[in-house]
């Protein structure tokens, strides 16, 4: 086999296609993947809701869209939507049909993440005075994001990685573009090497920064700015409290 014969497309000829391919799936990952967050933590909040209607519905639409193929779950938006007399458009259905199968698995890992905080948080909650959001939102939230990171990152890379069954769509995303270029260059094996080849230098650089991102999460590093600045308050008052307490241990010697 010619290894030399691989390198026949003339790869500056679809430079442009093949960027705007790119941000075209960049697009469908992000859009989607905030929008599964948004959803499934909806629907973990319904799961570990006291209504049973509520707990029974979650748990349905969970169930459900585990349990069916993304690519039947991609059909049913573009074709059968269509035929049912609701057309959406490429984006919209593509994105559509990752946010409600990606919910379903980000709704088990918010679901997990919140019932592993200490019940005991809550009620330390409580006794300072906060109301059920303000304990959500200050308490429980914040430890359940540190549970739920590492799950939650795997199913963004994996997310990334499923925008390439949207070319059964033609969704002009990175494998559309693909198959685009190897119906007119005939070169199978060197277009999709090419394809993979940026399905990795996307995935791998993210997966990296996320992992990144778990363990300073995990080490308790504050990553906003209104964090950072309320540890380095923190950190002043307890030097100052210290210094007064050496202070006064002097002065009573």
Known sequence: MNVSGLFQVPWSDYQSDLIDALWRTVSYTVVSFVGAVLLGLAVALLRLSKAWPARAVAALYT??????????????????????????????????????????????????????VHAGQTEAGEALGLGKAGIFGHVILPQAVRLAL????????????????????????????GRLITSATFRALEVYLVISAVYFALCYPLSQLLLLLERKVRAGVPLSPWRRRRVRAAHVLLAADLGAGADRKEATV
């Open 150 to 177: 590492p799950g939650t990152n795997t199913m963004l890379v994996d997310l990334l990685k499923s925008t390439s069954l949207l070319v059964t769509i033609s969704a002009a995303e990175l494998m559309s573009e």
């Open 63 to 116: 169930e459900v869209f585990k349990n069916i193929p993304l690519l039947a779950i991609i059909f049913l938006a573009y074709f059968g939507l269509a035929s049912a007399g609701l057309r959406l458009d490429v984006f919209t259905a593509g994105c559509l049909s990752l946010v409600v199968f990606y919910a379903a698995y980000l709704s088990e890992i918010f679901r997990s993440a919140i019932s592993g």
